[in-house]
Each structure stands twice: as structure tokens, then as C-alpha cells.
């Protein structure tokens, strides 16, 4: 749920990352932890030297690609380009983990 809010934010805050609604927002959710639990440790795989070149930087490329491969198999969802897939996650990130900390306490 907490994702699913942070989807909205995202949504709110920036033009190139649309939601048709709540209910859309908890789907892309599931789809993410689940895209991230299997696709995101074979891109970090594959690109671990890019990695350490970049002293771990290019994880946020990596996040920005599983956010718009969320946003490819959610209808409803809708991220144009990789700056909107970049700049969503991050807003995503940042916004889930503030929730979080309030929420556990």
C-alpha cells in the first residue's frame, strides 16, 4: 500500500509518469516488488562491472529500467521516456522509505 501511495506521488509530481487510479497504483506496486524481487538481481548481474565503475551509480539506471518494465506490463500505467522512469523510481524510493520510517515506529 505504501508503494502503491508513493506510485501516486510520483504521479502527481511529474509529467511523464501517469496512473489512472488507486487501484492501478497497488497493481504497479505488486508488479514492482515482484519485478524487482526477479528481473532487477540478473541486471545487477550482468552489469556489475558498470557498477563499480560508477562506484554503484549505475543502480539508479537499473531502477529506472524496472520502473518502465513495471510500466510496460501495467495497463494504466504510463512512463514516457528513460527520464521519466528515472526520475519516477527515485521520487518512488524517497517517498516509500519516508513513509516507512513513520510507519514502523
Given at each position: 500500500?505504501?508503494?502503491?501511495?508513493s506510485?501516486?506521488?510520483?504521479?502527481?509530481?511529474l509529467n511523464?509518469?501517469?496512473?489512472?487510479?488507486?487501484?492501478?497504483?497497488i497493481?504497479?506496486?505488486?508488479?514492482?516488488?515482484i519485478?524487482?524481487?526477479?528481473?532487477?538481481?540478473?541486471?545487477?548481474f550482468?552489469?556489475?562491472?558498470?557498477t563499480?565503475?560508477t562506484f554503484?551509480?549505475?543502480?539508479?539506471?537499473?531502477?529506472?529500467?524496472?520502473?518502465?518494465?513495471?510500466?510496460?506490463?501495467?495497463?494504466?500505467?504510463y512512463?514516457?521516456?528513460?527520464?521519466?522512469?528515472?526520475w519516477?523510481?527515485?521520487?518512488?524510493s524517497?517517498?516509500?522509505?519516508?513513509?516507512n520510517?513513520?510507519?514502523?515506529?
Amino acid at each position: 500500500m505504501v508503494s502503491g501511495l508513493s506510485l501516486l506521488v510520483a504521479d502527481l509530481l511529474l509529467n511523464s509518469v501517469r496512473l489512472s487510479g488507486f487501484g492501478t497504483a497497488i497493481f504497479a506496486a505488486l508488479i514492482l516488488g515482484i519485478v524487482n524481487t526477479i528481473i532487477r538481481p540478473i541486471l545487477i548481474f550482468f552489469t556489475f562491472p558498470a557498477t563499480i565503475a560508477t562506484f554503484g551509480l549505475f543502480l539508479l539506471v537499473i531502477n529506472a529500467v524496472t520502473y518502465w518494465i513495471t510500466s510496460t506490463l501495467v495497463p494504466g500505467f504510463y512512463v514516457s521516456g528513460f527520464w521519466g522512469a528515472f526520475w519516477g523510481a527515485i521520487i518512488t524510493s524517497v517517498v516509500t522509505t519516508i513513509v516507512n520510517a513513520f510507519v514502523k515506529d
